[in-house]
C-alpha cells in the first residue's frame, strides 16, 4: 500500500475547503483515508494552511510521499521539514 499526502475536497458548491491527509493512492481523491494531517483553506485572504507537523513527519518517516499541491503549498509557506524539500522539488520537475 503505498501512502500519499494529498488533499481531500470539502465545503459547499463554490466554496472548498480542504483537508490534508494521509491516504492509500489508490483511494478516490474523496474517499476512505487514513489519517487528517490538516487543512487548506483557499477562500481566506492569504490562503490558510493548518498543519500537525508531529503527523507529517510521522507518515513521511514511514515513507509516504506528497502530492505535487501539497509539496508546493507547504514549500510556499515553509512548513515542509528539511529532509523532504529536495523530494518535493523533484516532484514538481
Excluded: C, H
Excluded at 489508490?26 to 507537523?53: H, I, M, Q
Excluded at 515553509?78 to 524539500?85: D, F, K, M, V
Amino acid at each position: 500500500m503505498a501512502v500519499r499526502i494529498r488533499l481531500t475536497r470539502k465545503g459547499a458548491k463554490k466554496k472548498p475547503f480542504y483537508r490534508i491527509v494521509a491516504a492509500d493512492g489508490e483511494a478516490p481523491r474523496d474517499g476512505r483515508f487514513l489519517e487528517v494531517l490538516g487543512t487548506y483553506d483557499p477562500l481566506k485572504d492569504p490562503a490558510e494552511v493548518t498543519l500537525k507537523s508531529d503527523l507529517l513527519k510521522k507518515w513521511l518517516d514511514q515513507g509516504a510521499t506528497l502530492s505535487d499541491t501539497v509539496a508546493s503549498l507547504l514549500k510556499a509557506r515553509g512548513l515542509l521539514p528539511q529532509e523532504n524539500q529536495g523530494e518535493a522539488a523533484a516532484a514538481q520537475s
